[in-house]
């Protein structure tokens, strides 16, 4: 494999005459530029990413961290990440966790070793992980998205949840219900506490009784959309509307009602979150709560690139507000 000497000898130039053709860092008559193309051409020479990363201190990557997931959420998201990194000239490191500790930390070991640029967490089991191991590597910056803890000293970009779960139920009581249960994420997750906290304000605001019989958890996963379900349908009398906290599980509450002879929207109407791209081709389409996805990897890519480029020095949370996106899984019950 040829190196910049090789170059340098063949077109009988300095080796940082070489580099200031390739880099563009200084002028070079078109003479001797034309050589060292004509060399770089011919000898088939790649400049070394890795070599070049150890001159200049950076090397344009970021490392990913995120739990694996059968949710197309995750997907979409790094998606927004992928493209943004394209956009701006950066190389994506990504990495499944599997939700294992253990293997969260081989993944952050190895991206530290290759000197990545930046850190993007989402990855929901570093809530119960010891967060001095992010803490000893700083001030490798650091973006917490979404499904990472709440008290990690970084910049973090979230999702309004409250809100959105807020949005979910006010939709279901202006459309006439007044029996409404709630299918929550699993509680020692931030996304699914503030969820249902945004559920348990909207029927208090109008005035309606919350049936604890009609609250269930799953796991956000299809699976745990039937686990949930079928919990409720053992307590007896079925509420007319669900909350359920993502798509993912709304999916799993649609099959598992069909198996049941439940029909949605009629005998049951219901209301998902996160808006996933399978969730306007299921039948019904399902009513649901749009995160902008792209956004968020987006907007942490660009975060990123603020604190590296030292455009802020404090950590800051950037907030995504969630939209209702209305399809036919929702009855009304208004005259």
């Known amino acids: 494999m040829a190196t910049i000497k090789d170059v340098a000898k063949h077109a009988g130039v300095s080796t940082s005459t070489v580099s200031h053709v390739l880099n563009q860092t200084r002028f070079v008559s078109e003479d001797i530029s034309s050589r ?12 070394s990413a890795l070599a070049r990363s150890l001159k ?7 490392g990913m961290l995120v739990t694996t997931s059968t949710n197309p959420f995750f997907g979409e998201v790094v998606k927004g990440v992928e493209r943004r990194c394209y956009e701006q000239g950066y190389n994506l490191i990504l990495c499944n966790t599997e939700g294992d500790i253990d293997r969260m930390r081989s993944n952050l070991d190895m991206l530290l070793q290759k000197r990545v640029d930046g850190l993007l967490l989402m990855c929901s089991e570093v809530e119960t992980s010891a967060f001095d191991l992010f803490a000893r590597h700083q001030p490798v910056p650091t973006v917490v998205m979404d499904w990472g803890p ?15 779960g807020y ?8 459309k006439g219900h007044t029996q409404i249960g709630c299918l929550t994420g699993p509680l020692d997750k931030l996304p699914a506490q503030q969820r249902l906290s945004g559920f348990v304000q909207a029927m208090e605001e109008s005035g309606l009784t919350i049936n ?3 609250i269930a958890s799953g796991n956000f996963e299809c699976e745990g959309g039937e ?23 709304a ?6 009602a069909h198996k049941q002879g439940i029909s949605v929207p009629d ?4 209301v998902g979150y996160d808006d996933i791209k399978l969730a306007k081709y299921i039948t019904p389409s399902l009513t649901t709560i749009h995160q902008p996805k792209h956004r968020l990897g987006q907007q942490a890519v660009d975060t990123l690139l603020e604190k590296i480029n030292k455009q802020s020095d404090s950590n800051k949370v950037i907030q995504l507000e969630p939209t209702l996106m209305e399809r036919d899984s929702v009855k009304s019950l208004t005259p």
């Open 56 to 62: 200049v201190n950076h090397t344009r990557t970021f």
């Open 251 to 256: 999916m799993g509450v649609i099959n598992t």
């Open 267 to 270: 005998d049951l109407s219901i």
């Open 36 to 47: 060292v193309r004509a060399a770089v051409e011919e000898l088939n020479y790649a400049p």
């Open 150 to 164: 709440i008290d990690f000293p970084s910049d973090k970009i979230q999702d309004n949840s409250h809100h959105g």
């Open 167 to 174: 949005l979910a139920t006010k939709h279901l009581i202006e």
């Open 227 to 249: 686990k949930a379900f079928n919990a409720i349908y053992k307590n007896g009398k079925l509420p007319t509307a669900l909350f359920v906290c993502n798509d993912m599980m």
């Open 212 to 214: 604890k019989d009609w």
